[in-house]
């Protein structure tokens, strides 16, 4: 009886580490971005190996995912936010969380024969209020990476959602 048990005791710690061999080649591998990765950047890079699909969601019950097919160097625009996102195949990868942050940049440019322009340099949409000394010229709305020219000599920018 002895030798019975030792060799259902083989077998089980045999079976054991295939298994655990198996759960680890079949499990998604994240590469990029990193856990917690925070930048102003939004079109973002996802590096994963082993998995069919990306799910990026704005809270961490991915109640409303957006779902991406994996393909290598995959660039992702996102707006600025917190994002969840995991990587799926035979199994989930972990959680992982993506922060981009506003970045408001207004860039003043020279037009050839027209003047001055207002650029969006920046990641989101803006309102910018051109003044000419005290007195408020125009009102602008600016997307990002749009120019608009205009006359003044002070200009104030804030978010626009």
Do not use: C
Request: proline letters at 2%.
């Amino acid at each position: 009886m002895k030798i019975v048990y030792k060799i259902d005791l083989v077998i089980i710690i045999l079976s054991l580490a295939v298994l655990i061999f198996v759960v680890g080649y079949v499990q998604p591998r994240v590469i990029a971005p990193l856990n917690d990765y925070e930048t102003s950047e939004t079109e973002i890079l996802f590096s994963i190996e082993k998995a069919e699909i990306l799910l990026i969601d704005d809270n961490l019950d991915f109640t409303s995912p957006d779902e991406y097919l994996v393909a290598d160097g995959m660039k992702i625009d996102l707006k600025p936010g917190t994002y969840y996102w995991k990587a799926m195949g035979v199994l989930d990868s972990e959680i992982r969380t993506l922060t981009i942050r506003s970045e408001v940049s207004l860039e003043l440019r020279e037009i050839e024969g027209e003047g001055y322009g207002v650029f969006n340099a920046g990641n989101v949409r803006l309102n910018v209020d051109v003044y000419n000394g005290t007195e408020l010229v125009e009102s602008v709305k600016l997307g990002v990476n749009e120019e608009v020219g205009v006359v003044g000599d002070k200009f104030i920018g804030g978010y626009n959602e």
